[in-house]
């Protein structure tokens, strides 16, 4: 079905800033508390580091600002969260729907995506190279 061949840029667009709109509202939590925070005794690096990533990661790729890069970390982060915080502690089972992973397995290939593809149109890196914005 191609009715929706000639709205894809449009499409591509919302799905890269809803993205990374989500994603940061993961940093958020992590680093400001909101949406119920983090569990108590959640490691530094978890808090910080992924927190920081989740953050500013999010908000580049949704305003569409330096976003192959910061999908491309986001990616990264993400196949991590998804070993570390999935695969490893559920005994090395890879499945994501049995070791709760789907959302961090998700995040992973939709930037991974995101990265490969830049930022498309409504975004700032768009204005930068001074692309139409249609």
């Known amino acids: 079905m191609g009715f929706l061949r000639p709205h894809a840029e449009r499409i591509y667009a919302?799905?890269?800033i809803m993205?990374?709109?989500?994603?940061?509202?993961?940093g958020l939590q992590k680093l400001f508390g909101l949406f119920g925070g983090v569990p108590a005794g959640a490691p530094a690096f978890v808090v910080y580091g992924a927190g920081g990533i989740e953050f500013l990661g999010g908000l580049l790729i949704a305003l569409g600002l330096f976003t192959g890069l910061a999908a491309f970390i986001a990616s990264g982060t993400m196949a991590v969260a998804f070993f570390l915080g999935h695969v490893v502690p559920n005994g090395g089972n890879l499945i994501p729907i049995a070791n709760q992973g789907e959302l961090a397995a998700?995040?992973?290939?939709?930037?991974f995506y995101i990265a490969a593809r830049g930022s498309g149109i409504?975004?700032?890196d768009a204005a930068r190279r001074g692309t139409p914005r249609t």
């Open 19 to 26: 993205s990374g709109l989500m994603f940061m509202q993961h």
């Open 106 to 111: 998700l995040y992973c290939f939709v930037f």
């Open 122 to 124: 409504w975004s700032v």
């Open 14 to 16: 919302l799905l890269r």
